[in-house]
């Protein structure tokens, strides 16, 4: 995809959130605030997609590791004794 043709997503969510809100009032509920989301990060040493050169989900989507954090945890793994754990 082109850099023009580029879509900025958190503007879409922001769209998004407004037309949610404007339903809100029409039904009576409360608006509620836009929260800009958060770039993805490693959950061992919380840099984010742009700091590293890969960023891996686990099964459960919200636990994220980078390739720095495996790399060391092989390095870890590497080193130990057969029975060590």
Known sequence: MSDDNKIDYVEAIFQLHEATNKLRKITGEEPKPFVKPKPPFC???GKCKN???A?????SPEIL???ECIRKAQEIIDGMEPNES
């Open 43 to 45: 959950s061992f040493c």
């Open 51 to 53: 700091e590293v050169v």
């Open 55 to 59: 960023l891996l989900s686990s099964p």
């Open 65 to 67: 590791i980078c390739n």
